[in-house]
Structure formats: C-alpha cells, structure tokens
C-alpha cells in the first residue's frame, strides 16, 4: 500500500513560475523558454544550480546569470528572475493536502530553492510568505535544496525524505511539474507523476492512490 505522498513545492502546490518567465519573456522581447534554456545549461554547475545549494548569495547569482544570459546574447539579470519565482497557492492542492492528513497518509515535500525572499516559497512579501508558511506547517517533513546542499534530481535528496518519514521508496507517490526530478523517484520505486495542472495532478494522485476520483 503507498500510504505516503511527497510533494515538489513551486509549480505542484504553487502555480508554476515558467508561466511567470515565459510573460517575461513576450514582455521583454527575448526568446520564448530563454530562462529555461539558461537553466538548463551546465545544469549542475549554472548560476541556478549553485544558487539553490546555496553555494552563493543572490548577489552572485544575479551577476552569474546575467554573464550566462549575456553568453547567450541576451540582457537579463538574475534579479529580475528572482522576482517571479513565488507563485500562486492552489486551493484545491490545499485541500488534498488536509484530506491526506484527515486519513491517515504521510506527507512530505521536497523543493529546490534558493536563500532569496521570505521563506521556503521566495515569497516578495510577508504576507504571501505567512500563507506559504501555513502550508508548508501541513507536511511532517520538508526539505529544501537551499538548506541542505543537495538539489533535485540528486538521488540522495530523495533518499533522504523516505528515511526521515521512515518509508520506503515503494510506499511513496511523488509529484513534480519536471520530468527530470520525477525521474530519479521512478528509478527508486515511487510513483512519480509530472504535474501539468491542477486537475490532471490530483486526478492522477487518486489513482495512483487507488482511491475514488473526486476526493481532493
């Protein structure tokens, strides 16, 4: 029975900031998924990459990016990208949340982000950062990249989830908005599901959970 469900944070629970980038994008003129494509280059060694194991400050991410988006072409400061990481709470992600717990299951939530904002959401205000706070307070355990040097897909941060909530991996469902992090999870025996949306997400949750839809 997989009684225990784990959750990614900004594009699962929150409304995902590649909708954010991408209107930056059209905005500014500059090609569409350009902050994708930065991120994905060098992908453990980038500006993103070491910034979310907290291996520099925001300063030195906003300078190291703007060099990679320069290498590019293009004029970009990481600053600017800084300020569309915190999405939108989704409510019915909420309420699935508060319904797993009623029943009995165990959750937790995993997030790669960085030492910028308030809190593990990057929230740009305090009260956004108090909401995500009530949320976050839901899940018995959370783990952030930026806190303990390890990021997504490193296999090790999910390990490290599935032995503090004492579980195994086959026990688990884990959900992301990115096929890259879901990939390590599906390696160890988790159920991952890749997050489009809302619906989808929860639709696949109950059944990967073997459970009525319509519950969350």
Same mark, same amino acid.
């Given at each position: 029975?997989?009684?225990?469900?784990?959750?990614?944070? $900004?594009?699962?629970?929150?409304?995902?900031?590649?909708?954010?980038?991408?209107?930056?994008?059209?905005?500014?003129?500059?090609?569409?998924?350009?902050?994708?494509?930065?991120?994905?280059?060098?992908?453990?060694?980038?500006?993103?990459?070491?910034? %979310?194991?907290?291996?520099? =400050?925001?300063? =030195?991410?906003?300078? @190291?990016?703007?060099?990679?988006?320069?290498?590019?072409?293009?004029?970009?400061?990481?600053?600017?990208?800084?300020?569309?990481?915190?999405? @939108?709470?989704?409510?019915?992600?909420?309420?699935?949340?508060?319904?797993?717990?009623?029943?009995?299951?165990?959750? $937790?939530?995993?997030?790669?982000?960085?030492?910028? =904002? %308030?809190?593990? $959401?990057?929230?740009?205000?305090?009260?956004?950062?108090?909401?995500?706070?009530?949320?976050?307070?839901?899940?018995?355990?959370?783990? &952030?990249?930026?806190?303990?040097?390890?990021?997504?897909?490193?296999?090790?941060?999910?390990?490290?989830?599935? &032995?503090?909530?004492?579980?195994?991996?086959? *026990?688990?469902?884990?959900?992301?908005?990115?096929?890259?992090?879901?990939?390590?999870?599906?390696?160890m025996g988790m159920i991952a599901i890749k997050v489009? $949306?809302?619906? *989808?997400?929860?639709?696949?949750?109950?059944?990967?959970?073997?459970?009525?839809?319509?519950?969350?």
């Amino acid at each position: 029975m997989r009684d225990t469900v784990i959750f990614d944070f $900004g594009g699962v629970i929150t409304s995902s900031p590649f909708e954010a980038f991408n209107r930056m994008e059209r905005e500014r003129g500059l090609p569409h998924d350009l902050i994708r494509r930065i991120n994905a280059t060098d992908p453990d060694t980038n500006a993103w990459a070491r910034f %979310e194991r907290a291996e520099i =400050g925001a300063a =030195g991410f906003d300078e @190291d990016f703007a060099a990679e988006a320069r290498a590019l072409g293009h004029e970009l400061r990481g600053e600017d990208v800084l300020a569309l990481l915190s999405g @939108d709470i989704r409510p019915r992600m909420v309420h699935a949340l508060d319904w797993l717990k009623r029943e009995g299951y165990h959750i $937790g939530c995993i997030t790669n982000n960085v030492p910028a =904002g %308030e809190g593990a $959401g990057m929230s740009r205000t305090a009260d956004k950062a108090r909401a995500v706070a009530e949320v976050l307070a839901r899940f018995d355990h959370v783990i &952030e990249s930026s806190k303990v040097g390890i990021r997504k897909p490193d296999p090790r941060i999910y390990a490290m989830m599935c &032995e503090t909530l004492n579980k195994r991996p086959d *026990q688990c469902v884990y959900l992301d908005d990115l096929g890259i992090n879901c990939k390590p999870a599906a390696a160890m025996g988790m159920i991952a599901i890749k997050v489009n $949306g809302e619906g *989808q997400a929860l639709d696949d949750l109950c059944a990967a959970l073997e459970i009525e839809p319509g519950h969350f």
